[in-house]
């Protein structure tokens, strides 16, 4: 087993803490442009998607943007591998897909 961060799209608010705190502690500035993980906010009202970028290194293993995800939207868990991550692009194809499963 070793420790991935899990995303739960379901759970985030789309606050963008997560952005800010990964920023800061990467490069020293609050600039959500420098995070390692992006929230897409997709159609209006808006669906937030959290996507983490491949230059994520998980804070070589302590997430500093887990510790700020108050509504556990990315998490810090023991897992059987790493989980695949979805690119920025495939942002509006998951929003639509989480939207079509909750329709039903
Ligand atoms: S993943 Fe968590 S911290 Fe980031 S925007 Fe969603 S709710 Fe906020
Ligand atoms: S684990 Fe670290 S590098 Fe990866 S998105 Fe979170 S704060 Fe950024």
């Not at 606050?15 to 420098?34: H, S, Y």
């Amino acid at each position: 087993m070793e420790r991935h961060i899990k995303i739960d799209m379901e759970k985030c608010t789309g606050c963008k803490l997560c952005e800010l705190a990964c920023a800061a502690v990467k490069t020293g500035v609050f600039n959500p442009r420098d995070s390692r993980i992006k929230i897409c906010l997709i159609d209006i009202p808006e669906i937030p998607v959290p996507i983490l970028l491949d230059t994520c290194d998980y804070c070589f293993q302590n997430p500093v943007c887990v510790q700020f995800c108050l509504p556990k939207a990315i998490e810090w868990e023991e897992m059987e591998s790493k989980p695949e991550r979805a690119k920025v692009s495939d942002a509006k194809r998951i929003a639509r897909e989480w939207l079509a499963s909750v329709s039903r």
